[in-house]
């Protein structure tokens, strides 16, 4: 499991709850998570995410997460079939012997 920043979590967190995004919000928000706060860090990304649309950036990230999870579902579907197909030529190989 990749590890993830703390700092971009506060940023979800407030923008979930319609807080101001801002570095006092962030950091307030950290220090209650029990998080030793970078104030430089907290300001630079209170700074970096001024003007970005949040709303947009979380929906083309759920249409980027869902399309590997569908790529592994076909992946894993393949072994399955492969599967069968052993299971059925064993089957036939089986009903020869015995005719």
């Keep these: 499991m990749t590890k993830t920043d703390p700092y971009l979590h ?8 319609e807080k101001e995004i801002n ?5 307030s928000v950290l220090k209650a998570a029990g998080i030793d706060v970078d104030n430089a860090k907290a ?10 649309n949040i ?3 979380l929906k083309n990230a759920s ?18 079939e492969d599967t069968a197909k052993k ?8 009903a020869n012997l015995f005719g």
């Design 10 to 17: 506060a940023v979800l967190l407030l923008y979930g709850v």
């Design 23 to 27: 570095e006092s919000n962030i950091v």
């Design 43 to 52: 300001k630079f990304l209170a700074e970096a995410v001024k003007g970005i």
């Design 55 to 57: 709303e947009e950036l």
């Design 63 to 80: 249409v980027v997460a869902v399309a590997p999870t569908a790529t592994e579902a076909k992946k894993e579907e393949k072994p399955k």
């Design 87 to 94: 299971e059925e030529q064993a089957a036939e190989g089986l």
